[in-house]
């Protein structure tokens, strides 16, 4: 069978390619066209472009709007010219939305993989959804029982982070091997995770910074973004002892002791791999005060949404290094308090399915397609 899948950014890149991976030894005649990245040219041919050329944030955005829709009818070209059996979006709703409204357009099929998160906020985009996908396959347990109040078709078999982490893991050098090769002292490590955004990085990397200045008997390494130059973390971690990796996030979170993380994916990959966390927050006083109003969730981490009430502690906008400070001295040196957040982490992962998420999604939709070609 022919699948069109559609992803926009690195997070979707990876999953895609592990997606493609199930999909070919389900399907021995699969055949693939993609918008992607360097994962998925690994795994198949038949890029059709990268995603590097629709990828911006905020107002460049708006900037490149031209080029951006430029790209976007170069792709509805494709598909109408291939006639896959199915699209298959990945997450990137802005754009994948448009996509999939198209390629129902032209009688397709549609699998959204990774639904937007319209729980969240603009669930006007629910009906859109509805009426543009064939299946939505979501990867958050809650996310169920809210689609289906809405009638959707929904499928659900785990969060494929789980695989993500498991092959992770069964390749790892090492903690010691890993810490050795970067020159790491023996003391505890403290992973700061100060998100891949240019503002999120400007806003909370100084606080973790001041934060780790505090605790002089650990280790602390920051997850360097590569779509970050380095300067700009030289600018903000100074004099200090605090370190930096690169693309090496799943490694630093194996060896980490606990975690500062702002918001976002990876909370719950600190939450996979076991590593007690406090989560930082903060934006501008309008950009807030708007959020507040549009935002209809309780927290702001996927480890609490997906476990339903407080497990790690989220501090919002105000006061973020004294409160981080006295959290993460909490975290440091509470014995019983660092237990029962990973007797939290147990729960949570159980939540989140067992190893094989994306062969069981592979397999899942390979099933519905035969059905509908016999």
């Given at each position: 069978?022919?699948?069109?899948?559609?992803?926009?950014?690195?997070?979707?890149?990876?999953?895609?390619?592990?997606?493609?991976?199930?999909?070919?030894?389900?399907?021995?005649?699969?055949?693939?066209?993609?918008?992607?990245?360097?994962?998925?040219m690994s795994v198949s041919h038949g890029l059709v472009m990268h995603y590097r050329e629709t990828n911006y944030m905020m107002l460049d955005v708006v900037l490149h709007l031209r080029k951006i829709f430029r790209n976007m009818r170069w792709l509805k070209s494709e598909i109408q010219k291939w006639q896959p059996d199915v699209v298959i979006p990945v997450d990137y709703p802005g754009f994948n939305m448009r996509m999939a409204r198209f390629s129902t357009s032209l009688g397709l099929k549609v699998f959204y993989f990774i639904s937007p998160k319209v729980w969240a906020w603009k669930q006007r985009r629910i009906e859109y959804l509805r009426k543009y996908t064939s299946r939505l396959f979501v990867i958050l347990p809650f996310e169920v029982e809210f689609f289906h109040r809405f009638g959707m078709k929904v499928e659900y078999y785990g969060n494929p982070l789980v695989d993500a982490v498991r092959e992770f893991r069964n390749a790892f050098e090492g903690e010691a091997a890993w810490k050795s090769k970067h020159g790491?002292?023996?003391?505890?490590?403290?992973?700061?995770?100060a998100g891949s955004r240019r503002k999120e990085i400007e806003t909370i990397l100084p606080v973790m910074v001041k934060v780790a200045r505090e605790h002089p008997g650990y280790c602390f390494v920051v997850a360097g973004a590569p779509s970050i130059e380095s300067s700009l973390y030289?600018?903000?971690l100074g004099d200090s002892d605090v370190g930096i990796v690169y693309q090496e996030t799943y490694a630093l979170l194996q060896s980490a002791f606990a975690g500062m993380v702002t918001?976002?994916?990876a909370t719950l990959e600190a939450g996979l791999f076991d590593v007690p966390q406090v989560v930082l927050y903060r934006t501008g006083p309008l950009a807030y005060a708007i959020g507040k109003r549009l935002i209809?969730?309780?927290f702001i981490s996927l480890v609490n949404l997906i476990f339903g009430k407080e497990l790690v502690v989220e501090i919002i906008q105000k006061d973020l290094f004294h409160r981080a400070g006295r959290e993460l001295s909490k975290i440091l040196d509470n014995t019983?308090?660092?237990?029962?957040?990973?007797?939290?982490y147990r729960e949570l992962q159980s939540m989140l399915g067992e190893d094989g998420v994306t062969e069981r999604i592979s397999h899942r939709m390979v099933e519905l397609l035969k059905v509908n070609t016999e």
């Open positions: 069978m022919k699948y069109f899948i559609i992803a926009g950014e690195a997070s979707g890149d990876l999953h895609a390619s592990n997606l493609m991976k199930g999909l070919m030894q389900l399907d021995s005649q699969a055949e693939f066209r993609y918008m992607g990245g360097d994962l998925m790491l002292d023996d003391r505890p490590i403290v992973a700061l995770l030289k600018k903000y918001s976002g994916t209809k969730i309780n019983d308090y660092r237990t029962g957040m990973k007797q939290g």
